[in-house]
């Protein structure tokens, strides 16, 4: 492949970690291990929570990633309930601090604190990681929340604006035909935005009116993918991120085998969600990933829940930069009563093949016997929706078992033109059984 097609988050680790270009995969892993080791001593010096937990560790000691596992776990509880004893810096230099509200049993958030030089990495990353896809000959239009500051969108139009590239946003999107009038009139060529709603547009576009989209915040099946790229006639890319990584994480090259990890700021291992050991590339297991050079709150062997596989050989693309694939979200299921348990994944790679289905929510609820019920979006004119939903539900070996031996039945399927409130903007299962309302 010629140089033009390399990852373009290779040049960002470069400039980032001052490597000289090309740079080797020993060199690069070098340099990761020397920001580590300044990481640690910057949290030694600072926050309360690491100076008890990380007491016996000899920063000098860490040289490769296998001496990582000296270091203990860091988990979302931790962060929720001690959250405010990794903060690493003054309370005055904390611009922008991110509160996500979690589902667990107690319901507090997590809070999250950035520097200005943190969200300038984050800039920086989405700047490069957009050149994937985009030049200043494009027009992107950015389809999720943007309002408030140092938000996912907001960050990224100005990432964009700020390097010459035109860059709008619009949320909550309008309707798909409107989006689609609008994309048209403002001569949009790139869009950014949930898998979900850029399946919904897809279906409403004219054929190779847009170059490329790029899928984020949320799981993308491969048969939603497929569905966008044979609707719209463009190229979609993936991208990986949390606001723990610093809201930017991963972006897919026009190889598309796997998304560039932006290693100057994160280090990531893949580990037993059992064990807790780390795993050989190209096995699936927990992502756990640790910041590199963040201030405010640097986070060393968090735990994210999220289930990928990690590939550190070199890219067809020439790029350098290690990937990370098959990309899964907290993988917890819901239990049914003999035992199985539902992925909301496994559904939505299932589902996402019917043709005309745009999104979905099904929620689990107790009559009696647990049932399965469906609200979903269908394009017009599609046919035959809930009933190919049922078909193919049952046809995952969980519920085909379950139903078999009647402890799982359906319950309505019901087209809606949106959801109700209570659904939230990610799909998940939504398990009403444990609260008892049916
Ligand atoms: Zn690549």
Redesign the pocket.
């Known amino acids: 492949m010629s140089d033009a097609a390399r990852?373009t988050v290779d040049g960002l680790v470069a400039t980032r970690l001052q490597l000289l270009s090309p740079f080797t995969r020993k060199e690069l892993e070098q340099v990761q291990m020397e920001r580590l080791r300044q990481t640690v001593a910057h949290v030694l010096r600072n926050s309360p929570l690491y100076t008890k937990r990380l007491s016996g560790l000899k920063i000098e000691s860490l040289r490769g990633r296998i001496d990582l596992e000296e270091i203990p776990f860091l988990t979302s509880e931790d962060i929720i309930e001690s959250g405010h004893l990794l903060h690493c810096v003054s309370q005055s230099e904390v611009v922008r601090i991110i509160t996500m509200h979690t589902s667990g049993s107690t319901g507090r958030p997590k809070r999250f604190s950035f520097t200005a030089a943190d969200l300038d990495a984050t800039l920086d990353f989405f700047y490069h990681g957009m050149r994937t896809l985009v030049d200043r000959s494009d027009r992107v239009l950015v389809l999720l929340p943007f309002e408030a500051e140092a938000s996912v969108g907001d960050l990224l139009i100005r990432a964009l604006m700020e390097n010459g590239i035109y860059t709008a946003g619009l949320w909550p999107p309008p309707a798909p035909t409107h989006l689609a009038k609008h994309l048209h009139r403002n001569q949009i060529s790139s869009v950014v935005g949930l898998p979900q709603q850029l399946l919904a547009l897809s279906e409403d576009i004219e054929y190779g009116q847009l170059k490329s989209m790029l899928l984020c915040s949320d799981y993308a099946p491969q048969a939603l993918r497929r569905r966008i790229e044979q609707n719209a006639g463009c190229t979609t890319y993936l991208h990986y991120g949390a606001t723990e990584s610093g809201l930017g994480g991963a972006v897919e090259?026009a190889?598309h085998r796997g998304l560039?990890i932006r290693e100057s700021e994160l280090l990531i291992e893949i580990v037993d969600p059992v064990t807790g050991k780390q795993l050989p590339d190209g096995v699936a297991g927990e992502v756990v990933l640790t910041t590199l050079g963040r201030q405010a709150m640097p986070l060393i062997r968090y735990r994210t829940g999220d289930i990928a596989c990690l590939d550190r050989r070199p890219?067809?693309?020439g790029?350098v930069t290690a990937?990370l694939s098959v990309i899964y979200g907290r993988l917890q299921g819901c239990p049914l009563a003999d035992g199985s348990r539902l992925y909301s994944q496994t559904i939505d790679d299932i589902l996402f093949t019917v043709p005309g289905l745009l999104d979905y929510r099904l929620t689990l609820v107790n009559k009696g016997t647990d049932r399965i019920g469906v609200e979903y979006i269908a394009a017009s004119g599609a046919i035959d929706v809930a009933t190919q939903m049922k078909r193919l539900l049952q046809e995952i070996p969980d519920i085909y078992r379950a139903m078999g031996t009647g402890a799982l039945l359906f319950d309505a399927f019901q087209q809606v033109d949106r959801f109700a409130p209570t659904h939230t903007v990610k799909r998940t299962i939504l398990d009403l059984r444990l609260k008892g309302e049916v």
């Open positions: 990852t090259c190889v560039h890219c067809q693309c790029g990937r």
